[in-house]
């Protein structure tokens, strides 16, 4: 199982091996190796969650995971229902309720929805991470967001089916048409991998996308979102908007929706950057300068914050330097 190379690439010559060496000194929960043969790592860091949206399921992060636990992270990656938004964040939060200790949440696409809301009132959450995910905010449902800007195609590639509601009645759910759904959700994966992503996705409930968000917890709580500029389900321009209004700490990376799928080192080192308290070296950081995210009244910085500010400060004059070379080499991992 390969562990995440981000020590061992174009960043790990010259002088930027320096920066590493800083953060790997001063974050040894995120730079701790594995023992090798692919358990789960028992490292002090923060657990981090993982939670799948629609079309879905948890199999969606397992490159993720691999990654994660190489290098020390308890992970979890739960299933989410789809049926609901309110009933969703319940079962999330309860999910949470049952890990000690700091957590790291990170969800994918309509999951930003209910991350947002199964967080609001966990003080153990320390980090937000979006991919690809709808941020509401109070008020503000996943079908309204996305409908605020063009370039979504789920609209013509959805396909609508009904199912029993326990109490009796009907309710509809959405999937994706296999022949459509490489083309809308995983542009540039393999084919065969799609293919079983089709086969096994699970739908949502309409009336999960149409809910209301009850609660943001992005307004209290640090964030970091991964701006997936290939996207065909979530508008680009959406993601920016979201991850904008947040403050989030963010990062472009040239991938489709399921940006965890196609670019699982990018998704993971974000990952860890959140983990850290840090800023991503080759991302934009709209929050306020000397600030971990601190988007809305009370907000909170992890209790990894002085750790990761120590670490980019000592790398801050060779952010630069990496910011050129980075975005290259993810793009050149991708085509092999």
């Known amino acids: 199982m390969p562990s995440l190379p981000s020590v061992r690439s174009p960043l790990a010559r010259g002088p930027v091996a320096l920066a590493v060496a800083a953060l790997t000194a001063v974050s040894p929960a995120a730079a701790a190796p594995g023992d090798g043969d692919g358990r789960e790592g028992t490292g002090a860091g923060p657990t981090v969650v993982l939670v799948?949206?629609?079309?879905?399921?948890?199999?969606?992060?397992?490159?993720?995971?691999?990654?994660?636990?190489?290098?020390?992270?308890?992970?979890?990656?739960?299933?989410?229902?789809?049926?609901?938004?309110?009933?969703?964040?319940?079962?999330?939060?309860?999910?949470?309720?049952?890990?000690?200790?700091?957590?790291?949440?990170?969800?994918?696409s309509y999951a930003g929805a209910v991350i947002g809301n199964a967080a609001a009132s966990d003080p153990d959450v320390e980090a937000l991470v979006y991919i690809a995910a709808h941020m509401p905010d109070r008020g503000e449902s996943v079908e309204e967001l996305n409908g605020r800007f063009p370039g979504s195609?789920?609209?013509?590639?959805?396909?609508?089916?009904?199912?029993?509601?326990?109490?009796?009645?009907?309710?509809?759910?959405?999937?994706?048409?296999?022949?459509r759904f490489r083309e809308v959700l995983v542009a540039g994966a393999p084919a065969r991998t799609t293919a079983v992503m089709a086969a096994g996705q699970r739908p949502i409930a309409q009336a999960a996308l149409a809910e209301e968000s009850r609660a943001a917890a992005w307004r209290t709580v640090p964030s970091w979102y991964l701006v997936a500029t290939e996207d065909r389900a979530v508008p680009p321009r959406?993601?920016?908007?979201?991850?904008?209004?947040?403050?989030?700490?963010?990062?472009?990376?040239?991938?489709?929706?399921?940006?965890?799928?196609?670019?699982?080192?990018?998704?993971?080192?974000?990952?860890?950057?959140?983990?850290?308290?840090?800023?991503?070296?080759?991302?934009?950081?709209?929050?306020?300068?000397?600030?971990?995210?601190?988007?809305?009244?009370?907000?909170?910085?992890?209790?990894?914050?002085?750790?990761?500010?120590?670490?980019?400060?000592?790398?801050?004059?060779?952010?630069?330097?990496?910011?050129?070379?980075?975005?290259?080499?993810?793009?050149?991992?991708?085509?092999?």
């Not at 879905?56 to 020390?72: H, I, K, M, N």
């Not at 049926?83 to 309720?97: I, P």
């Not at 195609?153 to 022949?179: F, I, K, N, W």
């Not at 196609?262 to 950081?285: C, F, K, Q, Y």
């Open 238 to 336: 959406l993601e920016r908007f979201m991850a904008d209004r947040a403050g989030s700490r963010t990062v472009e990376v040239n991938a489709p929706h399921f940006a965890m799928v196609t670019h699982p080192e990018a998704v993971t080192r974000l990952i860890l950057d959140a983990s850290a308290g840090r800023a991503p070296a080759d991302g934009r950081d709209t929050a306020a300068a000397g600030a971990l995210a601190e988007t809305g009244p009370g907000g909170r910085a992890p209790a990894t914050a002085g750790l990761g500010a120590l670490a980019l400060a000592a790398g801050t004059a060779l952010l630069p330097a990496a910011r050129r070379i980075r975005p290259r080499a993810l793009r050149d991992r991708a085509r092999r």
């Open 52 to 108: 799948h949206g629609a079309m879905s399921d948890a199999s969606a992060w397992r490159g993720v995971t691999e990654r994660l636990q190489r290098l020390g992270h308890r992970v979890v990656a739960p299933a989410n229902p789809l049926r609901g938004l309110s009933g969703d964040s319940a079962y999330l939060a309860s999910v949470l309720d049952r890990i000690e200790g700091p957590i790291v949440l990170v969800g994918h």
């Open 153 to 179: 195609r789920l609209g013509t590639a959805v396909v609508p089916a009904r199912y029993p509601l326990p109490g009796g009645g009907t309710a509809v759910e959405l999937s994706v048409a296999p022949d």
